[in-house]
Nanobody, 122 residues
Framework: QVQLVESGGGLVQAGGSLRLSCAASGSIFSINAMGWYRQAPGKQRELVAT???????HYTDSVKGRFTISRDNAKNTVYLQMNSLKPEDTAVYYC????????????????WGQGTQVTVSS
């Protein structure tokens, strides 16, 4: 099995910065795409940013120019640097990884972290 452990959430004032980290561990053969999603109260979970194995990046429009996603393949870790935070960025942030594990054969599955709260005060 694979575990994703997030850290770095918290409370920050508008205009401030936070850095989220997500480390994957377990029976990992390879990690393909990694990403961050968020879910605000009463809203659906939405994609924030993704990064592929070859560092191809994608951001949702609302965070472009403010957030930066990166990964350390040697550590199986993905990061989200969040700058110029706004109250509307308040949400639970979830890490996601598409992981190939060895389980009788090669099996690719989607894994999620437990979520970390980010609160931006105005």
């Amino acid at each position: 099995q694979v575990q994703l452990v997030e850290s770095g959430g918290g409370l920050v004032q508008a205009g401030g910065s936070l850095r989220l980290s997500c480390a994957a561990s377990g029976s990992i053969f390879s990690i393909n795409a990694m990403g961050w999603y968020r879910q605000a109260p009463g809203k659906q979970r939405e994609l924030v940013a993704t990064i592929t194995t070859f560092s191809r990046l994608h951001y949702t429009d609302s965070v472009k120019g403010r957030f930066t996603i990166s990964r350390d393949n040697a550590k199986n870790t993905v990061y989200l640097q969040m700058n110029s935070l706004k109250p509307e960025d308040t949400a639970v942030y979830y890490c996601n990884a598409v992981v190939t594990v060895v389980a009788g054969g090669m099996l690719e599955s989607d894994y999620w972290g437990q979520g970390t709260q980010v609160t931006v005060s105005s």
